[in-house]
């Protein structure tokens, strides 16, 4: 990142570079943005370039707009994607634009419904449970991995009956499709930024169509398998790229949002007291960590047509990020947004994103955090950081790979 006093020279900004957030998210880069340069110019490695929208309400405004803004056109990610890959890849449904995204996001909405997932919730204590039993016999733990990875694993695993032997590489393949930039995930080409975890992920989410899809049950995978849209089927190859989808952000995000969580709160010891004081402040803490350290910097959009983002002109075909780690500490939305308050309240934060795209697991990751780390508190009256953490070297997955601590 660069020193307070380049950040005035807005030739010297790369917000690109992957480096620029191994040590932390460049946040006083961003706040300087949000002043003097709200819809940024980025120029990539590549020689192509991107607006960075560093805004709540432009990020708002981009969100709403799926059409003047396409999610289908070039991803979401700011590499461009080989066309045969792209191709393929637009049957995940976050890289869908209406009306398509509609049609399917209603047949496959019920699934994810606030009662639908409420009903989970003893699954959800009693894998928790398990999860810290095994840490608390080690007392020492990585806990990114050895701990908070495994809560979404387990729970996605169970809902839709994949084998246990399969977790761990589904686990990987998820890593390596968000952090493909960092090496210790990516080794042999993390340089540039690319991964083969999304395809490997599609291949197994294939054979698991294949393999299941005449089975009798009633799990989320064969739910899943049997939607019709349009009075068709997901065919074997459209389920394979929307189990990508479910896998990465169902295990990302959670795992994120638990470790950053855990992180964040032995940063303000303050906080962590006043959690284990009240624990009905559980569900404002996991917004605020959501809003403080939230899971993913930013998805990009293509503009579709020649227009405008807060008086910046943008002409088709442009690339368009919505640098979410921005917009959740917009002073212009939340008062003192640099300060972690787990009594915040309203907290309008865009980690779930907002509009047609609105995370559709927003139920089952709020419902996992709160009964983790419920269960977390109840358990260990101490939990005490044991070195450094180390974060991923991504400019779009933004998450710890390390977190010693020891729990008593």
């Known amino acids: 990142m660069p020193g307070v006093t380049s950040v005035m020279d807005p030739q010297t900004i790369d917000i690109y570079d992957p480096d620029g957030y191994v040590a932390a998210a460049p946040h006083e880069v961003f706040a300087y943005l949000r ?57 995940m449904l976050l890289m869908m634009d209406p009306p398509r995204h509609t049609a399917l996001r209603k047949e496959v909405a019920h699934l994810f419904k606030a009662r639908a997932i409420a009903r989970l919730e003893g699954a959800i204590r009693k894998v928790s449970g398990e999860i810290l039993g095994r840490a608390a016999e080690q007392g020492d733990v990585e806990f990114v991995h050895d701990v908070a990875s495994n809560l979404p694993s387990q729970v996605f695993g169970e809902m839709m009956r994949i084998p246990v032997e399969d977790r761990a590489d589904i686990n990987r393949w998820a890593e390596q499709t968000t952090s493909g930039s960092d090496p210790d995930v990516n080794p042999d080409n993390y340089a540039a930024g690319d991964s083969e975890g999304s395809v490997q992920m599609a291949a197994y989410g294939y054979e698991y169509a294949v393999r299941r899809r005449d089975e009798e049950g009633d799990d989320l995978g064969l739910a899943l398998l049997r939607t019709e849209v349009d009075g068709q089927p997901m065919t074997d190859l459209e389920f394979a790229y929307f189990f990508v989808q479910l896998v990465t952000a169902g295990n990302d995000t959670t795992r994120t949002m ?39 910097h930013y998805f990009r959009r293509t503009a579709t047509e020649d227009t405008e983002i807060a008086g910046q002109p943008i002409a088709a075909g442009e690339k368009v990020a919505m640098i979410y780690t921005s917009a959740n500490r917009d002073e212009r939305v939340f008062a003192d947004p640099d300060r972690f308050d787990i009594t915040r309240s309203p907290n309008p934060h865009l980690s779930f994103g907002i509009a047609e795209h609105f995370c559709l697991g927003v139920h089952l990751a709020r419902l996992e955090g709160r009964v983790f780390f419920d269960e977390m508190l109840t358990r260990f009256p101490a939990i005490e950081q044991t070195g450094d953490a180390a974060r991923f070297r991504s400019n779009l997955n933004n998450a710890l790979k390390v977190l010693p601590i020891r729990l008593a």
């Open 258 to 296: 638990i470790s950053s969580g855990l992180y964040e709160l032995l940063q303000h010891p303050d906080q962590m007291a006043m959690l284990r004081a009240d624990r009905s402040l559980i569900p404002t803490a996991i917004e605020e960590i959501l809003r403080y350290a939230n899971p993913l």
């Open 35 to 91: 002043r003097e340069h709200p819809v940024f110019r980025q120029e990539m490695p590549d020689g192509t370039f991107y607006w960075a929208v560093m805004r709540h309400a432009d990020v708002v405004e981009v969100s709403r707009e799926p059409l003047r803004f396409s999610a289908q056109v070039g991803g979401v990610v700011l590499q461009d994607m080989e066309p045969e890959r792209l191709e393929q890849s637009k049957n």
